[in-house]
């Protein structure tokens, strides 16, 4: 949520930067700085109504000690008036803050400076690219033929079991799974991240407090018996571990990994881009998140990308970096960068990590903040990344290594396997 302080100050600047994205800023920035004045002013005059009323009351009992009372009776109708008026005051007061709160919710962060402008995907800046696109032979097959052939993944008894967006691991597919949690926890606790396992289920004050509510509410899966929300990435519960929490300086750098299954609806997806691995409901995920001082929050985002870009190396898979244009940027990001592997068997870019600064717009609805040196309290920068998701790299591996013989894993990750060779 963008603080109300920033929009006081910069309300113009960030109005611009909102209108980057395609959302009404100017629109939406003059009616929480017109909401703000009205609060600001209702309080003044809510506060300015009991100073009265204390006033008179304290005249009151003057007036009776003085034999006055005549003229007490005459202050008392007055304060009557005045306990009315405060009621009324307070009343509109909470609803015009709860106005304020539900119109601040609902407007995304504004995107960084360097965001470059545009629409949607097509618009993204590609920055660099590793590796050589592979060209395969022309009997070469995409992943779900490949996943049929080596009885990998049964996506039909998925169907069975819940239905489209669930697949079936078994066999050496499900191996390659648990290899995958093994190898990108272990990279990542080599890299200082501090290992957790969350909740999969959330309450909904969690998830506002990331952002996916009420932006995303209708993308999660809900259980309404409990009012729990699964989650659609671990970035949720593990920050939400630093809700309502004041850091020291000495607290930093924070750096946590989880790996979790994610639930996503992905309501409206349809079409080729869905077929077999590319979109699901549930998958696999190891994501780390970062919490940081403003100032260092964007050098550290860059640290991120290229950890990111090193397990795309050592799976030895072609890939790209995108910084996402404005228009292509999540809620709650002020800056993201995506990495994209090479599917050969599809010829396409697949995205398989976005690494996101959202710089205060979290930890201003989760009141996570922390003290400087000289004990002033501020909000902190938190950051996350997909480090990375399963079913496009495992899309990719299938694709881009496979021979007459079988797929022949990379060497990094039979170590995790047991095997080399899927056959």
């Known amino acids: 949520m963008l603080s109300l302080y920033q929009i006081r100050v910069k309300s113009e600047e960030i109005a611009a930067a909102l209108e980057k994205r ?20 209702l309080k003044q005059d809510h506060e300015d109504t009991l100073s009265r009323s204390k006033k008179i009351a304290t005249d009151i009992g003057k007036l009776y000690s003085e034999g006055k009372g005549a003229e007490a009776e005459k202050l008392k109708n007055e304060t009557g008036e005045l306990k009315q008026r405060s009621k009324e005051l307070f009343e509109v007061l909470q609803e015009t803050e709860a106005e304020l709160h539900q119109l601040l919710l609902s407007i995304p962060n504004a995107p960084h400076a360097s965001v470059p402008a545009g ?29 049929s052939k080596y009885d990998l993944i049964d996506f039909e008894a998925g169907v069975k079991i819940t239905g489209s967006g669930f697949p079936l691991y078994k066999g050496k597919g499900a191996r390659l799974q648990r290899a995958l949690v093994n190898f990108f926890l272990d990279r990542a606790t080599e890299a200082g991240y501090l290992e957790v396992q969350p909740p999969i289920l959330i309450n909904a004050e969690t998830g506002y407090g990331t952002g996916q509510l009420p932006d995303k509410e209708g993308q999660m899966y809900h259980v309404q018996n409990d009012q729990l929300y699964l989650i659609p990435t671990a970035e949720v519960p593990v920050t939400n571990i630093y809700r309502d929490v004041i850091l020291k300086e000495s607290d930093f750098p924070v750096k946590l990994t989880a790996y979790t299954p994610c639930f996503r609806r992905e ?9 077999g691995l590319n979109r699901l409901h549930q998958f696999d995920k190891v994501e780390i998140v970062r919490i940081e001082k403003p100032e260092d929050s964007y050098q550290v985002l860059e640290e991120m990308v290229e950890y990111v870009e090193s397990l795309l190396q050592a799976l030895e898979l072609p890939y790209r970096v995108a910084k996402l244009c404005a228009g292509d940027l999540g809620f709650a990001a002020a800056l993201t960068y995506d990495m994209e592997v090479w599917s050969a068997g ?74 080399d060779m899927i056959s």
Do not use: C, M
Not at 267 to 275: F, I, Q
Not at 371 to 376: M, Q, V
Not at 383 to 411: C, D, H, M, W, Y
């Open 22 to 41: 395609n959302f009404p800023g100017k629109v939406s920035i003059a009616k929480v700085v017109e909401l703000d004045k009205k609060i600001r002013q």
């Open 119 to 147: 629409a949607a995907a097509e618009d993204n800046e590609i920055l660099r690219e590793w590796g050589e696109k592979l060209q395969l032979s022309a009997d070469a097959v995409p992943h779900w033929d490949l996943t």
């Open 267 to 275: 309501a409206g997806s349809y079409g080729k881009d869905v077929r």
């Open 346 to 419: 599809q010829q396409k870019w697949l995205e398989v990590s976005s690494v996101s600064n959202f710089e205060t717009f979290q930890s201003n609805r989760l009141k996570l903040r922390y003290k400087t040196s000289g004990g002033k309290t501020d909000l902190a920068h938190t950051l996350n990344g997909s480090a990375l998701a399963f079913p496009r790299i495992v899309a990719a591996l299938l694709e881009n290594n496979q021979t007459a013989n079988g797929i022949k894993l990379p060497k990094a990750l039979a170590q995790y396997t047991g095997f």
